[in-house]
């Protein structure tokens, strides 16, 4: 099936190729297909919140390309305080776009279950194309008047399921 596609495609450049030159557009580099490893977790876990160096599925910084954010998670130092966000949501579109720093990459996903009625709450997100699912398990641990503070922990769970990272964040205005 693969080879019908390949074809197809090879087809395809052929003919647009034929009709004139196509400035190239830059792929942006895909994420290498290797383990996570864990770059943080309660330390009642046994991990570490320290970032793993020179792991291509290590949660990193990043700044959202969006200013339109509704839930903002950060990770939890060693020292126990807040410091990078590794996780955004957008107000905009129900289920809500995301967005996770890996490997110094903004990766955008898309929302694949909310699991809202349980404590700590489920939500899982992915991008397709890459292979990657993310998983948060959150708590609430305040509620304001339109907003609520969380604290939890997220993962990479595809390709392969990793060690867990602390973080603690705010959904709201």
């Not at 030159?21 to 864990?38: D, F, G, Q, Y």
């Not at 977790?41 to 949660?59: F, K, M, R």
């Not at 694949?112 to 708590?139: C, F, H």
Request: charged share 15%.
């Amino acid at each position: 099936m693969h080879t019908s596609h390949s074809l197809i495609a090879l087809a395809l450049a052929a003919g647009l190729a034929a009709c004139g030159p196509v400035p190239a557009t830059p792929e942006p580099e895909p994420l290498p297909m290797v383990p996570p490893v864990a770059d943080g977790a309660y330390a009642s876990a046994g991990v570490t919140a320290s970032p793993a160096n020179g792991d291509p599925w290590a949660l990193t910084a990043f700044t959202p390309a969006t200013n339109e954010i509704y839930c903002s998670f950060f990770m939890i130092g060693d020292d126990g305080r807040r410091s990078e966000r590794v996780f955004v949501t957008e107000i905009a579109g129900v289920p809500a776009p995301a967005h996770v720093g890996l490997a110094g990459q903004d990766v955008a996903l898309t929302q694949v279950s909310k699991i809202t009625n349980s404590s700590p709450q489920v939500w899982v997100y992915e991008n397709a194309d890459r292979g990657i699912q993310v998983a948060l398990q959150v708590t609430e641990t305040a509620k304001g008047l339109e907003s609520r503070d969380f604290e939890g922990t997220i993962e990479v769970t595809m390709p392969e399921e990793g060690p867990q990272t602390a973080i603690t964040g705010a959904c709201g205005v």
